[in-house]
């Protein structure tokens, strides 16, 4: 029995891992719960899994939900806020804490899971792409595993298994091309929001949706596989793969090509990610190679999706460029889904942003460093937005 937390848990990440621990009784016990707003799924959530501790992150609820919980025989320690998040992430015998939170408001948690000893689920890639000079050396420090559980990196991470350190030669990110892998470039310019939230093969929240139709998704996953597999960027391969039925490959030494394969879930690599090195029986429907028929694979589009140029820079830059590159993509994304700006704007606005950071790199930057990089591209991609009305 594995007693995890987690943060984000009425999200997708959430949601999916809780499938899991409803579907592996014998197998998990959640410690923890933590979340943004929802205190009607929280609330039900808390019924159910019988959590010691809750987070929500908007404090003016917390009244709520404790009438929610009224006449329900499990009462949680309630907590609020930011620092009610931290707390849940570092709480108690919880051995693993799932990181879904979106975005990077996970990097604090993180840091304090970390801190007291816990292995991370890394389910929100943000953390390492920001947070990657901080949390890294974290990680070594008090031993623990920072476990993958986004589909490409926990595909790498299956086929490593077993090669030895030196043995790895290249990594190949599968991208599904997201919603307008079909569309010609032209055409861009006219998508609405709706339009962008039509992913062809992943179910999985809004932002991420976004990222995978500007292809920055598969930018930030290059970064995040830097810091996770210790390649240079010009060892990290990115290749369309419209089916998603390849999750990712990997490349030895002697140019033997390994990959993962499976039918496109979330759940595949959560459950991994919990329960490593080990492998739990599922009742999931077996991959099927006849009915996935053909896997085909394209060159990705610079030119047409010009956000993976713009992560490729930021990972070679380093320092805290990675974190404005976030920050910019966070708040780009957030102006595009109100609709204050077009689809194009976000490539546009996070290029302008990194170009003026540039100067003000550090090499080796504080976690004081990375969060003021990160106020601070936040801050120039709004006041970019106001200029080019
Ligand atoms: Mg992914």
């Given at each position: 029995m594995k007693k995890i937390s987690i943060l984000g848990s009425t999200g997708s990440i959430g949601t999916q891992t809780l499938d899991i621990v409803t579907s592996h009784p014998d197998n998990f016990q959640v410690v923890g719960l933590a979340t943004g707003t929802n205190i009607t799924l929280l609330a039900r959530q808390i019924a159910q899994f019988k959590p010691e501790i809750v987070a929500i992150c908007d404090e003016t609820k917390v009244n709520d939900l404790k009438s929610l919980l009224t006449g329900i025989e499990h009462q949680p320690i309630i907590l609020a806020g930011e620092e009610g998040i931290i707390e849940v992430a570092r709480y108690g015998d919880s051995e693993s804490v799932v990181?879904?939170?979106?975005?990077?408001?996970?990097?604090?948690?993180?840091?304090?899971a970390i801190k007291a000893g816990k292995d991370i689920a890394l389910a929100n890639k943000e953390t390492l792409i920001a947070g990657g000079p901080v949390v890294l050396p974290l990680v070594q420090k008090h031993g623990v595993k920072l476990l993958p559980a986004d589909s490409e990196h926990s595909a790498i991470f299956q086929c490593l298994q077993g090669v030895p350190s030196n043995g790895l030669r290249r990594i190949i990110l599968t991208a599904s091309g997201g919603s307008f892998r079909d569309l010609p470039v032209e055409k861009l310019n006219t998508v609405t929001v709706a339009d962008a939230l039509k992913h062809p093969n992943w179910s999985m929240g809004k932002k991420i949706t976004i990222d995978s139709a500007t292809l920055m998704n598969k930018g930030l996953e290059v970064i995040e596989a830097h810091y996770l597999f210790g390649l240079d960027y010009d060892r990290i391969d990115i290749v369309i793969h419209p089916q998603s039925i390849i999750h990712?490959?990997?490349?030895?030494?002697?140019?033997?090509?390994?990959?993962?394969?499976?039918?496109?879930?979330?759940?595949?690599?959560?459950?991994?990610?919990?329960?490593?090195?080990?492998?739990i029986h599922t009742d999931w429907p077996s991959l099927?190679?006849?009915?996935?028929?053909?896997?085909?694979?394209?060159?990705?589009?610079?030119?047409?999706?010009?956000?993976?140029?713009?992560?490729?820079?930021?990972?070679?830059?380093?320092?805290?460029?990675?974190?404005?590159l976030n920050a910019a993509n966070e708040e780009a994304v957030a102006l595009f889904l109100s609709e204050k700006i077009g689809f194009l704007d976000i490539p546009r606005l996070i290029e302008i942003t990194c170009d003026r950071f540039s100067s003000h790199n550090t090499s080796t930057p504080t976690l004081e460093d990375i969060i003021e990089a990160d106020r601070w591209a936040r801050e120039e991609v709004r006041n970019q937005m106001l200029l080019a009305r």
């Open positions: 990181t879904g939170i979106v975005g990077c408001a996970g990097l604090l948690p993180t840091i304090a990712s490959l990997i490349e030895l030494e002697d140019t033997s090509v390994l990959a993962q394969l499976g039918w496109p879930d979330m759940r595949l690599p959560l459950l991994y990610a919990l329960s490593w090195p080990d492998r099927d190679l006849v009915k996935a028929g053909d896997l085909t694979f394209r060159e990705p589009d610079h030119h047409k999706y010009p956000c993976m140029g713009l992560a490729y820079s930021a990972g070679i830059a380093g320092g805290a460029m990675p974190a404005v």
